[in-house]
T-cell receptor, first 112, second 114 residues
Framework: GQQVMQIPQYQHVQEGEDFTTYCNSSTTLSNIQWYKQRPGGHPVFLIQLVKSGEVKKQKRLTFQFGEAKKNSSLHITATQTTDVGTYFCAGPRRAAGNKLTFGGGTRVLVKP | DGGITQSPKYLFRKEGQNVTLSCEQNLNHDAMYWYRQDPGQGLRLIYYSQIVNDFQKGDIAEGYSVSREKKESFPLTVTSAQKNPTAFYLC?????????????FGPGTRLTVT
């Protein structure tokens, strides 16, 4: 069935460095959503991408939706300690009535 | 002040007891969801409700039950049949049940069963 996979599972980043996390789907998605969960907290919606090739920015975060609408990326520049947390992507699962399916998440740890 | 509330934040139970987790929203959302999260893991869907008086099993419904008698409330009962109930339980809601809508999460309940 349709799955949403995220890589890497863990990302250790030196403060001030850039990194990218990736989200891949086995099928085309109508949209992709990104959420952030701080340690001990709950997921919070960050952004939704809908169009093929779409790029959106939120301060130091850049989100991209692939041309084929099967993958997405989140790029963080100049990582700060406030970026610590788990980033989840999610997309509608067509085989299950378009319910939102979450990837396994990328856990980001920042070294000061 | 709109949002989703879950209570309690921490819950301890003895093995063999049923326990009910509360979830309330005042966002006027049609759809509500229950997820389970184990340490260092992603979100697994337990049950969801598209509209009041309706609910559907998710990916890991065994050992759990829900009700949706009111639009704003979607309580989850963890029964004694659930073999590994210790986990972090998250409730969420969205305006409609389709995956095109963002989900709003409550603060979660950490359940420990010994």
């Amino acid at each position: 069935g349709q799955q949403v996979m995220q890589i890497p599972q863990y990302q250790h980043v030196q403060e001030g460095e850039d990194f990218t996390t990736y989200c891949n789907s086995s099928t085309t998605l109508s949209n992709i959503q990104w959420y952030k969960q701080r340690p001990g907290g709950h997921p919070v919606f960050l952004i939704q991408l809908v169009k093929s090739g779409e790029v959106k920015k939120q301060k130091r975060l850049t989100f991209q939706f692939g041309e084929a609408k099967k993958n997405s990326s989140l790029h963080i520049t100049a990582t700060q300690t406030t970026d610590v947390g788990t980033y989840f992507c999610a997309g509608p699962r067509r085989a299950a009535g378009n319910k939102l399916t979450f990837g396994g998440g990328t856990r980001v740890l920042v070294k000061p | 002040d709109g949002g989703i509330t879950q209570s309690p934040k921490y819950l301890f139970r003895k093995e063999g007891q049923n326990v009910t987790l509360s979830c309330e929203q005042n966002l006027n959302h049609d759809a509500m969801y229950w997820y389970r999260q184990d340490p260092g893991q992603g979100l697994r869907l337990i049950y969801y409700s598209q509209i009041v008086n309706d609910f559907q099993k998710g990916d890991i419904a065994e050992g759990y039950s829900v009700s949706r008698e009111k639009k704003e409330s979607f309580p989850l009962t963890v029964t004694s049949a659930q073999k590994n109930p210790t986990a972090f339980y998250l409730c969420a809601s969205s305006p409609r049940w389709l995956g095109n809508y963002e989900q709003y999460f409550g603060p979660g309940t950490r359940l420990t069963v010994t």
